[in-house]
């Protein structure tokens, strides 16, 4: 079972993967005859979105654990209004 933080960190990696698998795939549309349906297209726009997003995911992580910390330290003020 994944955690709340790692759900998060899941997603975020997955919507850089599919942003830049969408950006390549418009890219290929508007610069070239090749139509974005192929195999060979959605299979390397896929691959680069993947590749993309495992490069990323350190910076994708950090954000994500300094979010999820800032939201901590809110519910810990909230939940102990006396600090």
Request: hydrophobic content about 40%; glycine content about 4%.
């Amino acid at each position: 079972m994944l955690s709340k933080r790692n759900l998060a960190k899941t997603v975020a990696q997955t919507t850089v993967g599919v942003a830049a698998d969408s950006a390549l795939e418009t890219a290929i549309e508007k610069t070239t005859d090749i139509d974005t349906d192929t195999i060979p297209v959605t299979v390397g726009t896929a691959i680069f979105g993947y590749i993309v997003s495992c490069k990323l995911s350190p910076y994708t992580n950090a954000a994500v654990d300094n979010v999820a910390d800032r939201w901590q330290a809110r519910k810990a003020r909230k939940n102990n209004p006396e600090s």
